[in-house]
């Protein structure tokens, strides 16, 4: 791995060039790889990658969401590596597409400041990470 830390790339940069980040694009290491797409699937979230050239790897996507799944190769501890948080469009959709999936799932009210409160739904992927879908800002 090169460094240019040491050779004083500190100074000047306003005047390196920038790096224009364009999407994020997470992996999640997976030991149960068919659940976890059954999972995300029942959310709504479509595949937008399954092929021969990374048999071991799925890719799901929206206009605003993008992610994958790939099995792991080792044991993970998911809930103490992330926490996923989805923006929802419709908070009580997102309820109802849980109940008629047979989701499990707890209502979260936050409530920051008087004029600030939203719901989140909290879930667990088959794999154990934490899945918060979050509401629009409600009045």
Same mark, same amino acid.
């Given at each position: 791995m090169l460094s240019r830390r040491s050779e004083g790339w500190e100074s000047g940069l306003d005047q390196q060039p920038k790096i224009e980040f364009t999407k994020l694009a997470p992996v999640l290491?997976?030991?149960?790889? $068919? @659940?976890? !797409?059954? %999972? #995300?699937?029942?959310? =709504?979230?479509? &595949?937008?990658?399954? =092929?021969?050239? #990374?048999?071991? %790897?799925? $890719? %799901? =996507? /929206?206009?605003? &969401?993008?992610? =994958?799944?790939? !099995? $792991?190769? /080792?044991?993970?501890?998911?809930? @103490? &590596?992330?926490?996923?948080q989805i923006g929802v469009s419709d908070i009580d959709v997102a309820i109802a597409v849980c109940d008629a999936e047979g989701l499990d799932y707890d209502v979260d009210v936050q409530r920051p400041r008087p004029d600030w409160i939203y719901r989140r739904l909290l879930l667990t992927s088959p794999n154990g990470y934490r899945v918060a879908l979050e509401g629009p800002t409600e009045t």
């Open positions: 290491n997976v030991p149960d790889l $068919a @659940s976890e !797409r059954r %999972f #995300y699937e029942s959310l =709504g979230l479509p &595949v937008i990658y399954e =092929g021969p050239e #990374y048999p071991e %790897f799925i $890719a %799901f =996507g /929206t206009d605003l &969401v993008d992610f =994958g799944i790939q !099995r $792991a190769d /080792t044991d993970i501890d998911p809930s @103490s &590596v992330l926490t996923w």
